[in-house]
């Protein structure tokens, strides 16, 4: 119903920074939602931002807040990941998520995001 491919990892320095760019096609008509988790190795997966498409409000998980900047466009097909000042705890494999109004996620493939100290 809604396929998301990520793009925009890649290795970086602490302190660089990163845009991610996730695109969705298929059912985007009934996103509720869109945003950003993340799973390092041996990690569950966290919650990292994400964007409610009826306001434009965004939220943050603490860890990133400040540092990172979310944004849409393209009629909700398109979120968009500013990851500025990155530490070397922000390294995971990122994933895009769509969530719509009848609570249903979908899931994108990945993005590999490392930084080094």
């Known amino acids: 119903q809604v396929q998301l491919v990520e793009s925009g990892g890649g290795l970086v320095q602490a302190g660089g920074s990163l845009r991610l760019s996730c695109a969705a096609s298929?059912?985007?008509?009934?996103?509720?939602?869109m945003g950003w988790f993340r799973q390092a190795p041996g990690k569950e997966r966290e919650f990292v931002a994400a964007?409610?498409?009826?306001?434009?409000?965004?939220v943050y998980a603490d860890s990133v807040k400040g540092r990172y900047t979310i944004s849409g466009a393209n009629a909700k097909n398109t979120v968009l990941l500013q990851m500025n000042s990155l530490k070397p705890e922000d390294t995971a494999v990122y994933y895009c998520?769509?969530?719509?109004?009848?609570?249903?996620?979908?899931w994108g493939q990945g993005t590999q995001v490392t930084v080094s100290s």
């Open positions: 998520n769509v969530r719509q109004y009848n609570a249903i996620d979908y």
């Open positions: 964007i409610r498409w009826s306001g434009y409000s965004t």
């Open positions: 298929g059912r985007t008509f009934s996103s509720y939602r």
